[in-house]
């Protein structure tokens, strides 16, 4: 159990450094809608998928939404943090199958 709860932080820790770039580069450029976006759920109150669903649910929404407020690098970096985040949702649901079915 343990390797799971450390895999899971350095996960969460990822999705934060990714986070922290973004909002570093929209800052600096002064993108207020993308910017908006990722304040709307950034940074996390907890690791738990709620707030982590509501993440990724929120920035793919921006990627849908304003695709013209992003730059390659950034669509880039929404991307690798959308995968990511279905990884860890993904992986947050293992213990419950093994329980179901063991």
Partial sequence: MIPYLSGRENEVE???SI???LFDT???NRSVTPLGYLLHCWPLLDSGPRAIRRLGDTLRELRKSHPETLNVKTSQALRELADCVDE????GLMPERITANG
């Fill in 14 to 16: 990822y999705i934060n």
């Fill in 26 to 28: 929209w800052c600096e």
């Fill in 19 to 21: 986070c922290l770039n």
């Fill in 88 to 91: 860890i949702l993904a992986f």
